[in-house]
């Protein structure tokens, strides 16, 4: 499984952002698909996480901002940031869990600073 994410820059305190995230290879179905991030100073820790039903699941600081997705096939997810705060800053990565087996994409940088 190969994870391809794009979509970070740089944005104005209470701006947006929409991440991609392109999946390849042999995923299943039931893939749980999601987002993390690296504050800085900090250790990765998720952001948003979205299950094969399509139930999805923040962390307390982005609810209400972020919203993820994913598409029909289940070969992308996308993660919408709106209201992007200073403290948002940092690497973002996609991730995938499927069967006891994780992927990782490489980080996409998102840079809030006025």
């Known amino acids: 499984v190969q994870l391809q994410a794009c979509g970070g820059g740089l944005v104005q305190p209470g701006g947006s952002l929409r991440l991609s995230c392109t999946v390849s290879?042999?995923?299943?179905?039931?893939?749980?698909m999601g987002w993390y991030r690296q504050p800085s100073g900090k250790q990765r820790e998720y952001a948003a996480l979205?299950?094969?039903?399509?139930?999805?699941t923040y962390r307390d600081n982005v609810k209400g901002r972020f919203t993820v997705s994913r598409d029909s096939a289940r070969s992308m997810v996308y993660l919408q940031m709106n209201g992007l705060k200073p403290e948002d800053t940092g690497p973002y990565y996609c991730?995938?869990?499927?069967?006891?087996?994780?992927?990782w994409g490489q980080g996409t940088q998102v840079t809030v600073s006025s």
């Open positions: 991730n995938v869990w499927q069967r006891g087996d994780e992927y």
């Open positions: 290879g042999n995923v299943f179905g039931d893939a749980v």
């Open positions: 979205i299950l094969a039903d399509g139930a999805t």
